[in-house]
Structure formats: C-alpha cells, structure tokens
C-alpha cells in the first residue's frame, strides 16, 4: 500500500453529498480527497436518479402530450413514433455531461478523486481499494462519510432489473413492458408509473396506505394527484398489500390482499417495479473499527454538527437522518465543511422543499395540513385553483391547486403545498417565504407579474386571511 500524504480531508463518497462537499472543502483551501467506487461522480442522483429519470419524464411528457393533446390546441401532426433506444440515450447523454462536469468541478477546486472503495483502518486512516486494482492508504484529520442510499427490497421478490426492477431498473428498460405493477405508491412509484403508461404501459401501482405519494404530501394534494394521475390512465390500488409474488411463468404473478386482511388477488405483469423505500448504505465501511453507531433504521448516528461519536468524522446525505433528498444533501454538504473550517454552519431542516415530478407536478415546503392540526396550533388554510388563473388557462392545462396553511394569529406560513404545472419551480418562493418567516400577507402584497402562474400562488395567499380577487 502506498502513502498518498496527510489531507485536510477524506470524503468516502462522491454522490451529491460528496461531491459538493469536496467542492466546499478545495474552495476553503482544504487538502481534500474524495474516493468514488462507482467509476463516475454524482451517485444515485446524477447515475441512476434525479437526473436520468427527469429526462425520462420531460421525453416522455413532450410525447405524451403530442399523441394526446394537439389537436384542440391547432396543431395537427402526422405519424408520431416512439424511439425508446433514442430516448434512453438522450438520458444517458445528459447523465455523462454532468457527471464529467462534476470531475472537472472537483479538478478546478484541486480535490483529489480516487476511483475505488474506501473503508476504515482507524479513526485517522482510509484504505482505499483502487478500482484498477492495487490499494492505497490515506491519513485525514477529517472523514467525511457520504455513501448514500440503495433500495429496499421486497422480501421473497429477487431484483434482477428486467422483470423485477427497482428504480435503477425502471430508468434503463429496452422495452415498454405491456403491463406493469409498482410496488409503492410514493415519489419513484409515482415518477415511474408516469413514464411507463406514458409510453404506453398499463400501469397499476399498489399502494399499502389509503393514501399515495409517500410520506410529507398533504392529504388533499395526494387525493388531487391521484385523481389526475388515474385520469391519464395509471390505476391504483391503495389500502393493498402484496403477500407474495411468482416468477416462474411466463408473466410475473403477484398475490395482492386488502391491507387490513382479506380475499386474496392476484395481479400479473410483465415487470414488477418495487419502490417501497430507500435505506441508508453503508457496507463495507469497516465502521465496526472505529465504534460509529447506526440507528434501528440502518442510519448513521450523528449530532447537530454532523458529528458521529468520533468528532472527526461527520456524516451527511442518504446515509444518515431526515428526507433522502439531493438538495438536502448538498444544503448539509456545505454547513459540515463550514463547521470544520470555521466552527459555525446551519441548514434550517423545516425550509427543505419536496418536489413530485409528475404532470403536474407536486410540490411542498413546511407543514401539511394533518401536521399542523396534530400540532394543536390555530390555523387558516387558502386554497386557489389553477383553472381560475389566466396563464393556466391560456396554456389549456388547469389542474391543480395551490394551498396555503398560515398560522391563525400571526399569519405566518406554516406550509404551501403544490399541485399544478410548474409547482416544483413555484415551490422555491414559498421555501424563501418561510426561510425569511414571512406571512401570507407578505406574499399576498408582493407584485407577481402578468399573465402567470405564480399569480395563482399569491391569490392563494390572499385567501388565507382575506378573498383572492379572481375566485
Ligand atoms: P448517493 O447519491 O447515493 O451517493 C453515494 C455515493 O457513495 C455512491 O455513488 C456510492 O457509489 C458511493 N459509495 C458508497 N460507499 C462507498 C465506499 N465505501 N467507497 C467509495 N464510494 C462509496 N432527490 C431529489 O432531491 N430530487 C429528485 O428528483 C430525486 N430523484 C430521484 C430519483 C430516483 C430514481 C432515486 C433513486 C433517487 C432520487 N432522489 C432525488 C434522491 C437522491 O438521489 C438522493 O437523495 C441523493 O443522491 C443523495 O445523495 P448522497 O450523496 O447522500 O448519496
Ligand atoms: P417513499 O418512502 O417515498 O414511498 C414508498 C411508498 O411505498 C410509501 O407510500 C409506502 O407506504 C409504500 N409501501 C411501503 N411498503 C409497501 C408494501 N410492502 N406494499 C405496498 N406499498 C408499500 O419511497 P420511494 O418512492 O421508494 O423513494 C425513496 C426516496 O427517494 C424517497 O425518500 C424520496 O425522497 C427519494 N426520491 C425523491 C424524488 C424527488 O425528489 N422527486 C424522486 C424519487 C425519489
């Protein structure tokens, strides 16, 4: 094994935490290393997330939209065609330009990026398992551990991302599958569900709750989305869960039954999406030799300052606690470098916002309605749909609704939650609004320009405490 020298810093992980951390670290003029195991940056969310599965639903919207929804606005095309491989390298084009735009990020802040797995020696010491063989050691003041997520399997359902899938699967298929089933009714069920039965799969997501969407989505907004979303022709089955699944035939067999107990059915399909989950990833880490905890949920223990029991080594992203989101990463990227160079760093966990990239899109930032009631605070609720804004309607696409809930008392905004086109844009106004402690009134007495949607976002900030004008 050989020497690399001391660094400043040691960061096992190049997804979204690490890498912006990395970046952080070299502007601060800190030493920093960064190992990656996966061969390109960005983790899950540049590879296999965010990223492809945006360009899936954009490609997959544009198509949608010109099979289904020309003709009464003028336009009339000919033959339209779907080309999956051509879509699918589109995807893959945009994953390679910005993955090779985060490398060239990290070169320009004069970070190290080895390519191989790191795990612990001791609490100062990294080996690293280089991908083109051989090892490497390195010694660090600070340890920053960013490894992430994967998903949660279902259990007796073997993943071999052709007929049973998880999301990495779904974003990569060469066929549009005749029909398939989503296990999980939340953000990647939803997501998935979209393309696929754009493209035209018969879709059926079964969902273990009453209610889709996963957790966070205000009640209201979820029952909106589902409506819409089964309108477009995606079926649900909520309060199901599925017992047991059958790949022997030549489809998939899924044995489903009512949540609570009951008749027993049994689906078929040709791929079985399971999105049930993300849990934190942190194999092969040797924690054991340093003493870092995990909790009962498999996430890395660490206090306010992102510091595990070793003050040394800090932990931020998937792998440890609050919503497994790429901009909550990256918010916690930022402060752990601050902290270790400075002392002081923050990132104010009730401003994250949540963005559901279907059509339309949901969006949400703060508390949602039950959360709010559960709290026992005094609250009014606005709501303002979209087919009462002039932009929604020039546009032919009315659904949806914006909803503010504003503390009784002082007015202030407790949460704004989103559905409707361009939501996951819209949202960043409510998450400043809340991040500056603002009341509805403050929003509702800011000038939006017009014709736009966001009018229909100070309308409903309006209808918290007074009457919107247009509805
Ligand atoms: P990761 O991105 O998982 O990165 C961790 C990296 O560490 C990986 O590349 C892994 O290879 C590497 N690693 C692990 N162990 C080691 C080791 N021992 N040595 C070296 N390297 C190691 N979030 C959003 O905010 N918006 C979205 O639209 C969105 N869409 C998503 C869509 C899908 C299909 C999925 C699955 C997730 C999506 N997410 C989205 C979630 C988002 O991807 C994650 O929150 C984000 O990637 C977390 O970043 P991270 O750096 O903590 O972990
Ligand atoms: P999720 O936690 O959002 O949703 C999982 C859903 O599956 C829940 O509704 C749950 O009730 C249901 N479920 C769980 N077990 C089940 C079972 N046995 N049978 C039927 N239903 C079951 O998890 P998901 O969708 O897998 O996403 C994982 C993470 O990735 C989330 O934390 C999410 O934040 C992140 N993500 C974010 C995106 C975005 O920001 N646009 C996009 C995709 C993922």
Redesign the pocket.
Known sequence: ASEAGDHDLVI????????VAAIKAGQEGLKTAC????GT??????????I???SLLNNSHLYHQILHDTKKRGIEVGDVKLNLSQMMKAKDQSVEGLTKGVEFLLKKNGVDYIK????FVDANTIN?ALNDGGEQTLRAKNILI??????THFPGLTVDEKRIIT??G??ALTEVPKKMIVIGGG??GL??ASVWSRLGAEVTVVEFLGQIGGPGMDAEIAKQAQKILGKQGIKFKTNTKVVSGDVSGATVGLNVEAAKGGKEETLDADVVLVAIG?KP?????NLENVGIEKDDRGRLVIDQEYRTKVPHVRV????TFGP??????EEEAVAAIEYIKTGYGHVNYAAIPS?M?THPEVAWVGQNEAEVKASGVKYRVGAFPFSANSRAKTNLDTEGTVKFIADAETDRILGVHIIGPGAGEMIAEATLAIEYGASSEDVARTCHAHPTLSEAFKEAAMATYSKPIHF
């Open positions: 096992i992980g190049g997804g979204v935490a690490g890498y190992i990656e195991k996966r940056l960005g983790g899950t969310c540049l590879n296999v997330g965010c492809p599965s945006k191989g797995a790191g795990s690293v960013a490894t992430g997520s994967e998903a999301s990495t779904a974003l953000i990647i997501e998935m993300r990833y942190t194999e092969g880490l931020v992203g998937d792998c497994m989101l790429a901009h909550k990463a963005v990239y």
